[in-house]
Structures are given as C-alpha cells and as structure tokens.
C-alpha cells in the first residue's frame, strides 16, 4: 500500500531535549517536505526537499533541521524545542515538485514541549 | 508570493443541503489548486485538483469546484450534504511550492 509513515504519532517531551521524529515513504517520491498545523492557520512549510541531498527552507524553517539522505526518508530534527514548537506536523511526499502532483500525507505528529 | 483565503473558518450545514466552500487565491502566475480533506486524527486527503484544461473539476465524494480567472477563486461545492463530509476542508494553491488556506470546518447537522 502506497503511504507515507511517521512517528511517532504523539509525543509529549521537555524544553531542550532534542528530538527527532521519522518520515519514510514507499512510493519513489522524489519531493518530501515538513509542514505544521496549528489553528487558524492551515499548514505551513517547514522544510522542503527536492531530492536525496537536496534540502530547502519553507516558510517557518526556525528552529528545525532535516535531512535527506536517503530517497525514501525524511527525518525532522528539533534540536532543542520550546514551547512555541507545540503543533501538530505533517510529512508529505509527491511525485516530483513541478507543483502539478498532488502530494501525500502521513497522519501526523502531535508534539507537546512543556 | 502567492497566498490563499477561505472565507468562513467554520460552515455548518443541514444533512441534504448544498455545501459551499469558499477559497480565493492570489498569485502572480497560472497556479494549480487543489482542495484537501482532513478528517479526525488523520492526514490530507486530496479531494481534487485542477491544473490546466476544463475549469470545472470533479472529485471524490460527490465534490466539485470550478476555477474562476477572473474572480481568482476555486470554491469548493458539494448538492446535497451527508453526514460523512463533516471535516476541515483545506483550499492550497502551488506555484512550485504547495500554499494551504486557514481551514474551514464542515459541520452537518442531521
């Protein structure tokens, strides 16, 4: 089944402690990219990659590291969150990022940093 | 820089009444757009997209929308409500990178 998994699902962690949360996709994407919700706002971009190697900063990139080593992952990185990082995130992988394919979402990652 | 509004964060509707989601975009060059589903404690669904060709577009669940140049819009509409649509609805427009409206919150009332 095609899908894009993260996890962990819910996390609920201290201020400082650095934390990643993984995205592995099973469909060849090429383009992957990080997005957080939060109420009112809709979804905004975080990180963006275009292929392995290849990386790139969306509109809310503070705070937050990716990677892209591999085709398939595509980890999130908090080195050191705060409070303000307290959203729910959305990873998501599409066919290419001319911005005609529509992209595919995993079921996201509750994150609460007291 | 393009940008996206959906009037109405949150529309609640009869069971068997039309729904009617409103999204307005702005954008400097032809973009493609696409409404998004979320239900409960789940991810984006793509509900449709239009890209080029008939501005009137069809997709899953008996949703439609069409793409109005001159209005720069691409509201969202549905004939007759079910019960099964209460989600948040999401308008996104991409010029290269994907730019998602606030959200609006389908209630359907039996």
């Known amino acids: 089944e095609a899908q894009v998994t993260q996890n962990p699902r819910y996390l609920i962690t201290v201020t400082g402690k650095k934390l990643t949360v993984t995205c592995s996709q099973n469909m060849n994407h090429e383009y992957m990219s990080w997005y957080r919700q939060d109420p009112g706002l809709g979804l905004r971009q975080i990180y963006y990659s275009m292929n392995v190697e290849v990386t790139d900063k969306g509109d809310v990139p503070e705070g937050y590291k990716v990677s892209r080593k591999e085709k398939r992952n595509f980890p999130l990185i908090l080195e050191s969150p705060s409070p303000n990082q307290t959203s729910l995130y959305f990873c998501?992988?599409?066919?290419?990022?001319?911005?005609?394919?529509?992209?595919?979402f995993g079921d996201g990652t509750r994150l609460s940093i007291l | 820089a393009q940008s996206v509004t959906q009037l109405g964060s949150h529309v609640s509707v009869s069971e068997g009444a039309l729904v009617l989601l409103r999204c307005n975009y702005s954008?400097?060059?032809?973009?493609?757009l696409f409404w998004y589903v979320q239900y409960p404690n789940q991810g984006l669904q793509l509900l449709l997209k239009y890209t080029t060709g008939a501005t009137l577009v069809k997709g899953i669940n008996g949703f439609e929308a069409e793409f109005k140049k001159s209005e720069t819009s691409f509201h969202l509409t549905k004939p007759s409500a079910h019960m099964s649509d209460a989600a948040e609805y999401f308008c996104a427009v991409s010029v290269g990178m994907l730019t998602f409206g606030g959200g609006t919150r389908l209630m359907v009332k039996p």
């Open positions: 954008s400097s060059v032809p973009p493609y």
């Open positions: 998501a992988s599409s066919l290419d990022s001319l911005g005609n394919q529509p992209q595919h």
